[in-house]
Nanobody, 128 residues
């Protein structure tokens, strides 16, 4: 599957952005999806994950209450709605896909090694 992330940009703290990740090449609803991010000088970290049907979602503690992940399987797209953005949210955001998670509830969502397919990343910069 090929992934194309978009929607990043420069925003002020407190504002919102919505990232999109469009998938092509294979049956989208066969993939668990996730967003990771990597800030300058830091390791890539998990942000949010969503099950194949969209019924189960995961969020990193740092974004709970501010970010929401969703997917629209008919459009082969996963979204990350980001509200109340903070400077520490500044990073390149990557979407990722995997068929490797076989249970709905799994810690594997949080691990970057779980994901076989990655998008190119979209940059989010939050200014104060």
């Amino acid at each position: 599957v090929q992934l194309q992330a978009s929607g990043g940009g420069l925003v002020q703290a407190g504002c919102s952005l919505r990232l999109s990740c469009a998938a092509s090449g294979h049956t989208f609803n066969g993939y668990n999806m996730a967003w990771f991010r990597q800030a300058p000088g830091k390791e890539r970290e998990f942000v949010s994950g969503i099950s194949k049907s969209g019924g189960v979602t995961y969020l990193a503690d740092s974004v709970k209450g501010r970010f929401t992940i969703s997917r629209y399987n008919a459009k082969n797209t996963v979204y990350l709605e980001m509200n109340s953005l903070k400077r520490e949210d500044t990073a390149v955001y990557y979407c990722a896909a995997t068929r490797a998670i076989t249970t709905v509830y799994s810690r594997d969502y949080y691990r970057s090694m779980t994901y076989n397919y990655w998008g190119q990343g979209t940059k989010v910069t939050v200014s104060s």
